[in-house]
């Protein structure tokens, strides 16, 4: 059974540095083809895509946002990580990780999401 | 960025209805779209991938269907548990992006 959860701080200040972990089981990131996506998506509103890393560690990132976005995993391919800097208000959402997997290269799907962490920037 | 324009924003259908919601592509994203379901406060499910590909566990009454910029959803027989929002989201090129969504009430 393939299982992801996301944790975070829930609240922090506003030109801090926001770090989110993303824990899952049920496959290896290790495995090819295989990927985990950050997704984000403020109350209300729609879903933006964030960043992915590949079982090679590739990274990828949104352009929107990618000077302040760094995504990186662990050594035994359980876990995988987020920061976002200089955060502010518009960075407050639910952040979604997804184990993403390769169905025809190139093309990706979001196929099993965790149930998300909220965070709130506020002073 | 490949922007992704769905419609309705919000819809409202009967029990047994059929429903369909629509997406439509900025160019052509050659079948690379999927949809999700989220029912409130819960995480995005994916129901179709590759434009009419119905994910594993996904009942028949929905399905997929478009091509090149144009694409649709349609629920067959609506149930209560498909009160949910609906999202479409491409992913032939990066970043990925998704539809503003439509969120699908009962009548």
């Known amino acids: 059974q393939v299982t992801l959860k996301e944790s975070g701080p829930g609240m922090l200040q506003p030109s801090k540095t926001l770090s989110l972990t993303c824990s899952f089981s049920?496959?290896?990131?290790?495995?090819?083809?295989?990927?985990v996506s950050w997704i984000r998506q403020p109350s209300g509103k729609s879903l933006e895509w964030l960043a992915a890393?590949?079982?090679?560690?590739?990274?990828y990132y949104n352009p929107s946002l990618k000077s302040r976005l760094t995504v990186s995993k662990d050594t035994s391919n359980t876990q995988v990580f987020l920061k976002i800097t200089s955060v502010d208000t518009a960075d407050t959402a639910t952040y979604y990780c997804a184990r993403t997997t390769v169905i025809l290269p190139p093309y990706y799907v979001m196929d099993a999401w965790g149930q998300g962490a909220s965070v709130t920037v506020s002073s | 960025d490949i922007q992704m324009t769905q419609s309705p924003a919000s819809l409202s259908a009967s029990l047994g209805e059929t429903v369909t919601i629509e997406c439509r592509a900025s160019?052509?994203?050659?079948?690379?779209l999927a949809w999700y379901q989220q029912k409130p406060g819960k995480s995005p499910q994916l129901l179709i991938y590759n434009a009419n590909s119905l994910h594993t566990g996904v009942p028949s009454r929905f399905s997929g269907s478009g091509s090149g910029t144009q694409y649709s959803l349609k629920i067959n027989s609506l149930q209560s548990e498909d009160v949910a929002s609906y999202f479409c989201q491409q992913y032939y090129d990066y970043p990925w992006t998704f539809g503003g969504g439509t969120k699908l009430e009962l009548k």
């Open positions: 160019e052509d994203i050659y079948n690379g």
């Open positions: 890393i590949d079982w090679d560690g590739d990274k």
């Open positions: 049920g496959f290896s990131l290790s495995t090819s083809g295989m990927v």
